[in-house]
């Protein structure tokens, strides 16, 4: 029985310890700088994939920023037709300060490119890839420790105590 007891414990130590961990992933977020130290701007001449290749090298999660640094330039975040056209005349997002923050608030692609006339063409242009993540509430891992049945809690209580004095031994 306490070997039972043990064993079910254990299991749930883990779960909870897992479900903790991968809360705290998720609720952690990164800024990224767009195209690192080169920043938005018109790529070198045969260099049109050049943000593609950087975006694509990256892991994007939802609740993650990017930045885009500019000088008389200008970023639009437009549909796929769009992007594949170059063309824009409703962006569902613009800005021309020479330093925007865009927060990626979902999973799925994001679709860029500059608003300046002819920059998009020559590969001033990217396409964001967010990954689809698993979302596990405050609730749902603070619950689960208290959702064990009483005989559970006793043996967890149990264990460690045992391993507190095997530790001080």
């Known amino acids: 029985m306490a070997l039972t007891c043990f ?17 705290f992933v998720s609720a952690s977020s ?9 920043g938005w701007t018109v790529p070198p001449d045969n260099d049109t994939i ?3 290749n950087w975006a ?3 892991r994007f999660k939802i609740g993650d920023t990017i930045r885009f640094k500019y000088k008389k330039d200008s970023v639009m975040e437009v549909t796929d037709k ?15 300060t020479g330093n925007t923050m865009f927060t ?9 490119m500059s608003g300046a006339a002819g920059h998009c063409e020559r590969g001033q242009r ?18 689960a420790a208290f959702s064990l049945p009483i005989f559970q809690q ?12 095997a530790l001080v031994y």
């Open 7 to 23: 064993g079910n414990v254990f299991i749930s130590i883990l779960i909870l310890s897992i479900a903790s961990s991968l809360q």
């Open 30 to 38: 990164m800024e990224f700088q767009v195209g690192d130290t080169t």
């Open 50 to 52: 050049f943000y593609n």
């Open 56 to 58: 694509s090298a990256m």
């Open 82 to 96: 769009e992007y594949k056209k170059c063309n824009s005349t409703q962006p569902h997002f613009f800005s021309n």
């Open 104 to 112: 990626l608030e979902h999973s799925g692609y994001f679709y860029f």
């Open 126 to 143: 990217m396409i964001v890839r967010v990954m689809v993540q698993d979302v596990i509430n405050d609730e749902a891992t603070s619950d």
């Open 154 to 165: 006793l043996c967890a209580l149990h264990l460690l105590f045992f391993l507190f004095v």
